[in-house]
């Protein structure tokens, strides 16, 4: 018989693995607790690696801070998911940990006149390395780490006694430009990226209030600013995919890290997009003895009216990298992206992962294929579930119907 949740823990005590998990949360999050403890105090001098964080709790007058850890060596991947790709997960957990929080309770439309403590917090934002910062709390906060679906984890939070740059931010110069510019959030989102400017980059200047409008500048929630800035970057894809010519071969890509694995298959067609997941049994939110379940959301060429609510902000990550990529190779196609998670993936660690590891994908070289049934088949050859599982859940393989393809369907 399965031994009820409630007393799983106090049975398992973190060897037997009786969740299902290949690493017990609570031995991890202690192992580094006690790494990391010694290292924080109420007094903090490091180089903040343009870190920033708005919650979402008590929306419209929200904590916000930049993030500083005890360290000043080495810290800019820190706060830079483009260059986590291949690290170990407990090597992300851990840096992620040093980042000390600071808080102070601000309204969201104070970055329309920005003064003070926020003034400061958005030139570390705006800067392109890190700036060196004397924090001094108002007490030493406790060892915690937040964890989120959506964002990077952070480490302890203090509310802030006072708060002073130690040395001048170095802006680029199109950051200075937009942010002094009247023009809308979307449009300095797409010059920024332009610029090479990373996208992890760009939405935090969007958290941050320095983009769009001078009268309309608001700080913006960090899980809202990630998923905002790769919805607003695939439309602007979107614009030159959609016109241009379709792929004429089914193209089938795949990548792995940090427990989850990601198929991508391209096929020839008007551009539609669904994306899948599944987390499977003794992954992090399934226990060992329950049955994956695949869900799903999707777009046909006019786009989505509502917010894709069962994937989130997953979704809009790996749109945002299918549309770099067709973007880039000037081709327009539909797009299958199936992700699983798998019980290696023990700590949520934030969705830049979606975006990063469908990006590292899709540059690759892909298996090309001639028919539908031959990139299923591959597709499902990777995937560790049943790809049956897929094909019920799913709607764009679902359109089949009365049509000689789904690609039929499509076109």
Not at 318 to 347: D, I, N
Not at 348 to 373: M, S
Request: one cysteine or more; hydrophobic letters at 35%; aromatic letters at 10%.
């Amino acid at each position: 018989m399965h031994t009820p949740k409630t007393t799983l823990c106090t049975v398992c005590r973190g060897h037997k693995k009786l969740c299902g998990r290949e690493v017990c949360p609570i031995l991890e999050k202690k192992r580094i607790r006690e790494s990391i403890a010694p290292l924080i105090n109420k007094d903090i001098f490091g180089a903040s690696p343009s870190a920033f964080f708005v919650g979402d709790w008590n929306y419209p007058k929200v904590l916000v801070g930049p993030l500083v850890p005890p360290v000043h060596e080495d810290t800019e991947i820190f706060d830079l998911p483009e260059g986590w790709h291949g690290k170990e997960l407990d090597e992300i957990i851990k840096f992620r940990s040093l980042l000390v929080r600071s808080k102070e309770f601000l309204k969201v439309t104070d970055a329309k006149n920005p003064k003070g403590y926020l003034e400061k917090s958005q030139e570390i934002v705006m800067s392109r390395k890190p700036v060196d910062v004397e924090l001094i709390l108002k007490k030493t906060p406790h060892f915690a780490l937040e964890f989120s679906q959506f964002s990077p984890p952070t480490g302890p939070s203090g509310f802030v006694e006072s708060f002073k740059i130690a040395e001048n931010p170095k802006v680029p110069r199109v950051i200075d430009k937009i942010n002094s510019d009247d023009i809308k959030a979307s449009k300095g989102i797409s010059l920024l990226y332009d610029k090479d400017i990373p996208v992890s980059h760009i939405s935090k200047l969007l958290s941050a209030g320095l983009l769009g409008e001078q009268k309309n500048r608001k700080l913006v929630p960090t899980r809202w600013s990630i998923t905002a800035t790769d919805d607003s970057l695939s439309k602007f894809h979107l614009k030159k995919v959609k016109s241009s010519p379709e792929i004429n071969k089914f193209e089938v890509y795949h990548d792995e890290d940090v427990g989850n694995r990601f198929v991508i298959l391209l096929f020839p067609s008007m551009w539609c997009y669904e994306f899948l997941e599944c987390w499977l049994p003794g992954s992090l939110f399934l226990e060992s003895s329950l049955s994956p379940n695949v869900i799903s959301d999707h777009e046909l060429f006019d786009g989505r009216k509502e917010y894709a609510f069962l994937t989130a902000g997953a979704y809009y990550a790996a749109r945002f990298s299918v549309t770099e990529h067709l973007f880039e190779k000037g081709r327009q196609a539909g797009a299958l992206v199936f992700m699983e998670v798998h019980p290696t993936y023990h700590t949520p660690v934030g969705v830049w992962r979606v975006r990063e590891i469908t990006r590292n994908a899709l540059q690759k070289k892909p298996d090309y294929f001639d028919t539908e049934e031959e990139a299923l088949k591959k597709a499902s050859e990777i995937l560790s579930l049943s790809f049956e599982k897929y094909r019920e859940k799913s709607k764009i393989l679902g359109f089949k119907h009365k049509q000689k393809t789904l690609f039929d369907w499509i076109n």
